[in-house]
Protein backbone atom coordinates (compact mmCIF):
# COMPACT_ATOMS: atom_id res chain seq x y z
CA UNK A 1 0.00 0.00 0.00
CA UNK A 2 1.29 3.64 -0.74
CA UNK A 3 1.88 5.47 2.35
CA UNK A 4 1.35 9.73 1.35
CA UNK A 5 0.47 12.84 3.22
CA UNK A 6 -2.98 13.29 1.68
CA UNK A 7 -4.03 10.06 3.09
CA UNK A 8 -3.36 10.97 7.31
CA UNK A 9 -6.26 10.77 9.27
CA UNK A 10 -6.87 12.57 12.13
CA UNK A 11 -7.96 9.20 14.37
CA UNK A 12 -6.20 5.74 14.10
CA UNK A 13 -6.03 2.54 15.58
CA UNK A 14 -3.73 1.88 18.54
CA UNK A 15 -3.12 -0.08 21.61
CA UNK A 16 -3.56 1.76 24.81
CA UNK A 17 -3.25 0.92 28.62
CA UNK A 18 -5.17 3.20 31.18
CA UNK A 19 -4.00 1.43 34.17
CA UNK A 20 -1.00 -0.57 35.30
CA UNK A 21 -0.96 -4.51 35.12
CA UNK A 22 -0.45 -7.38 32.63
CA UNK A 23 -0.56 -6.28 29.10
CA UNK A 24 -3.55 -9.13 28.57
CA UNK A 25 -5.20 -7.77 31.39
CA UNK A 26 -4.87 -3.63 30.68
CA UNK A 27 -3.87 -3.25 26.76
CA UNK A 28 -7.16 -2.37 25.22
CA UNK A 29 -7.71 -1.84 21.00
CA UNK A 30 -8.97 1.90 20.68
CA UNK A 31 -9.79 2.77 17.28
CA UNK A 32 -10.23 6.30 17.60
CA UNK A 33 -6.80 7.21 18.97
CA UNK A 34 -5.55 10.91 18.23
CA UNK A 35 -3.17 10.60 15.32
CA UNK A 36 0.05 12.46 17.08
CA UNK A 37 0.47 16.32 16.41
CA UNK A 38 4.01 17.15 14.23
CA UNK A 39 6.25 19.46 16.48
CA UNK A 40 8.90 20.81 14.08
CA UNK A 41 12.01 18.60 14.85
CA UNK A 42 9.47 15.72 14.36
CA UNK A 43 8.57 14.00 11.07
CA UNK A 44 4.98 11.54 11.31
CA UNK A 45 5.93 7.86 10.15
CA UNK A 46 2.98 5.36 8.84
CA UNK A 47 4.02 2.43 11.31
CA UNK A 48 4.72 -0.63 8.91
CA UNK A 49 6.29 -3.05 11.89
CA UNK A 50 7.20 -2.21 15.52
CA UNK A 51 9.36 -4.55 17.87
CA UNK A 52 8.60 -5.23 21.30
CA UNK A 53 11.42 -4.57 24.16
CA UNK A 54 11.10 -6.05 28.13
CA UNK A 55 10.81 -1.98 28.35
CA UNK A 56 7.16 -2.09 27.39
CA UNK A 57 5.72 -4.49 29.66
CA UNK A 58 7.88 -3.02 32.69
CA UNK A 59 6.15 0.25 32.12
CA UNK A 60 2.90 -1.25 31.70
CA UNK A 61 3.51 -3.03 34.77
CA UNK A 62 4.38 0.14 36.74
CA UNK A 63 7.64 -0.53 37.75
CA UNK A 64 8.90 2.73 36.47
CA UNK A 65 6.16 4.87 37.45
CA UNK A 66 8.28 7.84 39.15
CA UNK A 67 9.98 8.70 35.63
CA UNK A 68 7.38 7.41 33.32
CA UNK A 69 4.69 9.50 31.52
CA UNK A 70 1.28 9.69 32.39
CA UNK A 71 -1.63 7.28 31.55
CA UNK A 72 -3.17 6.41 29.19
CA UNK A 73 -0.02 5.76 27.18
CA UNK A 74 0.30 3.50 24.05
CA UNK A 75 3.46 1.67 24.17
CA UNK A 76 6.69 0.65 21.72
CA UNK A 77 9.84 2.22 21.29
CA UNK A 78 11.08 0.57 17.70
CA UNK A 79 9.94 1.27 14.73
CA UNK A 80 10.37 0.79 11.05
CA UNK A 81 7.95 3.26 8.53
CA UNK A 82 7.49 5.94 6.14
CA UNK A 83 8.04 9.27 6.43
CA UNK A 84 4.77 10.63 5.94
CA UNK A 85 5.33 14.92 6.69
CA UNK A 86 7.95 16.56 8.21
CA UNK A 87 8.19 19.34 10.92
CA UNK A 88 9.16 23.23 9.57
CA UNK A 89 13.13 22.50 11.48
CA UNK A 90 13.46 19.05 10.03
CA UNK A 91 16.86 18.88 7.64
CA UNK A 92 17.45 15.76 6.15
CA UNK A 93 14.53 13.53 6.13
CA UNK A 94 11.89 13.77 3.24
CA UNK A 95 8.35 12.39 2.69
CA UNK A 96 8.65 8.99 1.92
CA UNK A 97 12.00 7.95 3.09
CA UNK A 98 11.93 4.51 5.07
CA UNK A 99 13.26 5.15 8.53
CA UNK A 100 13.72 3.20 11.89
CA UNK A 101 14.62 4.01 15.01
CA UNK A 102 13.90 3.72 19.19
CA UNK A 103 11.16 7.05 19.54
CA UNK A 104 12.63 7.72 23.19
CA UNK A 105 15.91 9.50 23.42
CA UNK A 106 16.03 8.34 27.43
CA UNK A 107 15.04 5.01 27.85
CA UNK A 108 13.19 5.71 31.09
CA UNK A 109 12.90 9.74 31.04
CA UNK A 110 9.02 10.01 30.25
CA UNK A 111 8.75 8.00 27.19
CA UNK A 112 6.30 9.71 24.57
CA UNK A 113 2.38 8.25 25.89
CA UNK A 114 2.28 7.57 22.18
CA UNK A 115 5.00 5.04 21.11
CA UNK A 116 5.37 2.66 18.08
CA UNK A 117 2.13 0.55 18.48
CA UNK A 118 -0.47 2.81 16.79
CA UNK A 119 -1.01 2.99 12.59
CA UNK A 120 0.81 6.32 12.78
CA UNK A 121 3.97 7.68 15.69
CA UNK A 122 5.71 10.73 15.29
CA UNK A 123 9.92 10.92 16.42
CA UNK A 124 12.40 13.42 16.22
CA UNK A 125 14.67 13.53 13.16
CA UNK A 126 17.80 12.67 15.32
CA UNK A 127 16.60 9.65 16.41
CA UNK A 128 16.15 7.88 13.20
CA UNK A 129 18.26 6.62 10.28
CA UNK A 130 17.18 5.72 6.94
CA UNK A 131 16.84 2.29 7.00
CA UNK A 132 19.63 -0.16 5.41
CA UNK A 133 18.36 -0.78 1.87
CA UNK A 134 19.17 -4.53 2.50
CA UNK A 135 16.20 -4.90 5.37
CA UNK A 136 12.54 -5.08 4.98
CA UNK A 137 10.72 -3.41 7.79
CA UNK A 138 10.36 -6.38 10.09
CA UNK A 139 13.93 -7.00 10.33
CA UNK A 140 14.58 -2.95 10.17
CA UNK A 141 11.87 -2.73 13.14
CA UNK A 142 14.14 -5.29 15.21
CA UNK A 143 17.01 -4.04 15.92
CA UNK A 144 17.20 -0.12 17.11
CA UNK A 145 16.58 -0.48 21.14
CA UNK A 146 18.98 -3.40 21.02
CA UNK A 147 21.58 -2.33 18.77
CA UNK A 148 21.55 1.25 20.59
CA UNK A 149 21.77 -0.65 24.24
CA UNK A 150 24.11 -2.88 23.00
CA UNK A 151 26.61 -0.31 21.46
CA UNK A 152 26.54 2.02 24.15
CA UNK A 153 27.49 -0.53 26.62
CA UNK A 154 30.49 -1.71 24.79
CA UNK A 155 31.39 1.51 24.20
CA UNK A 156 31.50 2.22 27.76
CA UNK A 157 33.53 -0.76 28.73
CA UNK A 158 35.97 0.42 26.64
CA UNK A 159 35.85 -2.93 24.65
CA UNK A 160 38.77 -2.73 21.60
CA UNK A 161 40.46 -5.34 19.55
CA UNK A 162 42.01 -8.15 21.34
CA UNK A 163 40.09 -8.19 24.63
CA UNK A 164 38.25 -11.11 25.57
CA UNK A 165 34.52 -10.47 26.07
CA UNK A 166 31.81 -12.96 28.06
CA UNK A 167 27.78 -11.79 26.98
CA UNK A 168 25.59 -13.24 29.74
CA UNK A 169 21.95 -13.58 28.00
CA UNK A 170 23.59 -14.03 24.84
CA UNK A 171 20.06 -15.34 22.68
CA UNK A 172 17.91 -12.30 23.62
CA UNK A 173 17.43 -9.00 22.05
CA UNK A 174 20.76 -7.59 23.52
CA UNK A 175 22.42 -10.26 23.58
CA UNK A 176 22.48 -11.26 19.97
CA UNK A 177 23.33 -8.08 19.02
CA UNK A 178 25.99 -7.59 21.56
CA UNK A 179 27.87 -10.95 20.39
CA UNK A 180 27.96 -9.49 16.89
CA UNK A 181 28.92 -6.05 17.58
CA UNK A 182 31.58 -7.51 20.28
CA UNK A 183 33.16 -10.01 17.16
CA UNK A 184 32.70 -8.06 13.68
CA UNK A 185 32.79 -3.80 14.95
CA UNK A 186 34.89 -3.85 18.05
CA UNK A 187 37.06 -6.63 17.15
CA UNK A 188 37.43 -8.52 20.36
CA UNK A 189 39.77 -11.72 20.40
CA UNK A 190 37.52 -13.83 21.92
CA UNK A 191 33.73 -13.95 22.28
CA UNK A 192 32.18 -16.11 24.96
CA UNK A 193 28.03 -16.22 25.71
CA UNK A 194 25.48 -18.02 27.78
CA UNK A 195 22.16 -19.11 26.95
CA UNK A 196 20.54 -22.67 27.51
CA UNK A 197 20.95 -25.46 25.84
CA UNK A 198 19.20 -25.12 22.65
CA UNK A 199 20.64 -21.93 21.82
CA UNK A 200 24.18 -22.58 21.79
CA UNK A 201 24.78 -23.13 18.33
CA UNK A 202 22.46 -19.94 17.58
CA UNK A 203 25.01 -18.12 19.83
CA UNK A 204 28.36 -19.27 17.51
CA UNK A 205 26.68 -18.54 14.61
CA UNK A 206 26.38 -15.17 15.50
CA UNK A 207 30.50 -15.16 16.41
CA UNK A 208 30.62 -16.60 19.72
CA UNK A 209 34.16 -18.49 19.97
CA UNK A 210 32.73 -20.32 23.28
CA UNK A 211 29.08 -20.48 24.06
CA UNK A 212 28.27 -21.98 27.45
CA UNK A 213 25.02 -23.74 28.45
CA UNK A 214 24.18 -22.07 31.76
CA UNK A 215 22.07 -24.82 32.79
CA UNK A 216 25.00 -27.09 33.26
CA UNK A 217 28.51 -24.70 34.11
CA UNK A 218 28.46 -21.84 35.72
CA UNK A 219 30.97 -19.36 33.75
CA UNK A 220 32.52 -17.65 37.46
CA UNK A 221 33.67 -21.52 37.94
CA UNK A 222 35.48 -21.32 34.48
CA UNK A 223 39.61 -21.11 34.64
CA UNK A 224 39.40 -18.08 32.15
CA UNK A 225 38.91 -14.67 33.40
CA UNK A 226 37.67 -11.30 30.80
CA UNK A 227 38.64 -8.50 30.20
CA UNK A 228 34.63 -7.27 29.69
CA UNK A 229 31.27 -8.92 30.44
CA UNK A 230 28.12 -7.48 29.38
CA UNK A 231 25.45 -8.43 31.60
CA UNK A 232 21.81 -8.82 29.79
CA UNK A 233 20.16 -11.00 33.09
CA UNK A 234 20.99 -8.89 36.13
CA UNK A 235 23.96 -11.41 37.47
CA UNK A 236 26.41 -8.41 38.26
CA UNK A 237 27.13 -10.18 41.48
CA UNK A 238 28.03 -13.25 39.66
CA UNK A 239 29.91 -11.86 37.21
CA UNK A 240 32.23 -9.37 38.94
CA UNK A 241 34.08 -12.96 40.38
CA UNK A 242 34.66 -13.54 36.16
CA UNK A 243 36.28 -10.28 35.54
CA UNK A 244 40.40 -10.05 35.14
CA UNK A 245 41.65 -7.44 37.16
CA UNK A 246 40.99 -4.01 36.31
CA UNK A 247 38.39 -5.48 33.96
CA UNK A 248 35.03 -3.92 33.29
CA UNK A 249 31.26 -5.34 34.29
CA UNK A 250 28.40 -3.39 32.67
CA UNK A 251 24.84 -4.63 33.44
CA UNK A 252 21.83 -3.44 32.12
CA UNK A 253 19.58 -4.57 34.33
CA UNK A 254 17.39 -1.40 35.40
CA UNK A 255 16.51 -2.58 38.82
CA UNK A 256 18.35 -4.69 41.30
CA UNK A 257 21.70 -4.93 43.42
CA UNK A 258 24.64 -3.61 41.50
CA UNK A 259 27.92 -5.39 42.47
CA UNK A 260 31.01 -3.58 42.67
CA UNK A 261 32.97 -2.60 40.13
CA UNK A 262 30.13 -3.41 37.90
CA UNK A 263 28.00 -0.30 36.46
CA UNK A 264 24.70 -0.08 34.52
CA UNK A 265 23.22 2.16 32.24
CA UNK A 266 19.79 3.33 30.39
CA UNK A 267 20.62 3.66 27.03
CA UNK A 268 20.11 6.97 24.84
CA UNK A 269 18.42 6.66 21.38
CA UNK A 270 20.68 8.37 18.47
CA UNK A 271 20.01 8.22 14.89
CA UNK A 272 23.59 9.12 14.14
CA UNK A 273 24.70 5.66 16.16
CA UNK A 274 22.04 3.54 13.76
CA UNK A 275 23.83 5.66 10.97
CA UNK A 276 27.33 4.53 11.90
CA UNK A 277 26.33 0.79 11.77
CA UNK A 278 24.07 0.72 8.72
CA UNK A 279 27.05 -0.32 6.42
CA UNK A 280 27.83 -3.10 8.83
CA UNK A 281 24.00 -4.14 8.67
CA UNK A 282 24.30 -3.37 4.49
CA UNK A 283 27.16 -5.57 4.44
CA UNK A 284 25.49 -8.42 6.73
CA UNK A 285 28.17 -8.62 8.98
CA UNK A 286 25.60 -7.49 11.72
CA UNK A 287 22.01 -9.51 11.34
CA UNK A 288 18.90 -9.09 13.29
CA UNK A 289 17.68 -11.79 15.08
CA UNK A 290 14.20 -12.51 15.07
CA UNK A 291 12.77 -15.92 16.80
CA UNK A 292 11.30 -18.74 14.98
CA UNK A 293 7.73 -17.68 16.28
CA UNK A 294 8.53 -13.77 16.91
CA UNK A 295 6.54 -12.09 14.44
CA UNK A 296 3.09 -11.50 15.56
CA UNK A 297 -0.40 -9.59 13.73
CA UNK A 298 -1.54 -6.60 15.13
CA UNK A 299 -4.61 -8.16 16.59
CA UNK A 300 -1.93 -10.40 18.54
CA UNK A 301 -0.39 -7.22 20.33
CA UNK A 302 -1.38 -9.09 23.98
CA UNK A 303 -0.23 -12.26 23.57
CA UNK A 304 2.86 -11.36 21.67
CA UNK A 305 3.72 -9.25 24.96
CA UNK A 306 2.43 -12.68 27.13
CA UNK A 307 5.27 -14.61 25.16
CA UNK A 308 8.13 -11.81 25.62
CA UNK A 309 7.33 -11.74 29.05
CA UNK A 310 8.10 -15.82 29.85
CA UNK A 311 11.76 -14.35 29.02
CA UNK A 312 12.77 -17.17 26.77
CA UNK A 313 12.25 -15.11 23.87
CA UNK A 314 15.35 -15.66 20.92
CA UNK A 315 16.07 -12.68 19.69
CA UNK A 316 13.37 -9.97 18.86
CA UNK A 317 9.53 -10.06 18.54
CA UNK A 318 7.98 -8.10 15.99
CA UNK A 319 4.15 -6.54 15.03
CA UNK A 320 3.40 -6.70 11.68
CA UNK A 321 1.15 -5.76 10.16
CA UNK A 322 0.36 -2.86 11.61
P1 LIG B 1 14.98 -10.70 26.18
O1 LIG B 1 13.60 -10.91 26.69
O2 LIG B 1 15.17 -10.64 24.71
O3 LIG B 1 15.91 -11.88 26.78
C1 LIG B 1 15.48 -13.18 26.62
C2 LIG B 1 16.67 -14.10 26.57
O4 LIG B 1 17.31 -14.13 27.85
C3 LIG B 1 16.29 -15.53 26.23
O5 LIG B 1 16.75 -15.87 24.94
C4 LIG B 1 16.95 -16.35 27.34
O6 LIG B 1 17.66 -17.45 26.83
C5 LIG B 1 17.93 -15.40 27.98
N1 LIG B 1 18.14 -15.75 29.39
C6 LIG B 1 17.23 -15.74 30.39
N2 LIG B 1 17.81 -16.13 31.56
C7 LIG B 1 19.12 -16.39 31.28
C8 LIG B 1 20.24 -16.80 32.06
N3 LIG B 1 20.14 -17.03 33.38
N4 LIG B 1 21.45 -16.93 31.45
C9 LIG B 1 21.58 -16.68 30.12
N5 LIG B 1 20.55 -16.30 29.32
C10 LIG B 1 19.34 -16.15 29.88
O7 LIG B 1 15.56 -9.39 26.86
P2 LIG B 1 16.46 -8.21 26.23
O8 LIG B 1 17.71 -8.80 25.71
O9 LIG B 1 15.65 -7.36 25.34
O10 LIG B 1 16.76 -7.37 27.56
C11 LIG B 1 17.51 -7.95 28.61
C12 LIG B 1 17.33 -7.14 29.88
O11 LIG B 1 17.93 -5.86 29.74
C13 LIG B 1 15.89 -6.87 30.28
O12 LIG B 1 15.80 -6.88 31.70
C14 LIG B 1 15.65 -5.45 29.80
O13 LIG B 1 14.64 -4.78 30.52
C15 LIG B 1 17.00 -4.83 30.01
N6 LIG B 1 17.32 -3.72 29.11
C16 LIG B 1 17.90 -2.60 29.65
C17 LIG B 1 18.27 -1.56 28.84
C18 LIG B 1 18.97 -0.37 29.43
O14 LIG B 1 19.07 0.67 28.78
N7 LIG B 1 19.49 -0.47 30.64
C19 LIG B 1 17.98 -1.57 27.40
C20 LIG B 1 17.47 -2.84 26.91
C21 LIG B 1 17.13 -3.86 27.76
P3 LIG B 1 17.36 -18.92 27.41
O15 LIG B 1 15.96 -19.25 26.96
O16 LIG B 1 18.42 -19.74 26.79
O17 LIG B 1 17.44 -18.80 28.92
Do not use: C
Not at 298 to 305: D, E, G, H, R, V
Amino acid sequence: MEHTASSIPSKMKAWVYSEHGKPVDVLKLDSNYDVPSLKEDQVLIKVVAAALNPVDFKRMLGMFIHSDSPLPSVPGYDVAGVVLKVGSQVRTLKEGDEVYGNINEKGLDRPKRSGTLPEYTVAEENLLALKPKNLGFIEAAAIPLAIGTAYEGLQKTALSAGKSILVLGGAGGVGTMVIQLAKHVFGASKVTATSSSAKLELLKSLGADLAIDYTKDNFEDLPEKFDVIYDAIGQSERAVKAIKEGGKVVTIEPVGELAEPAFRFILTSSGAMLETLNPFLENGKVKPVIDPRGTFAFSQTPQAFSYLETGRVTGKIVIHPI
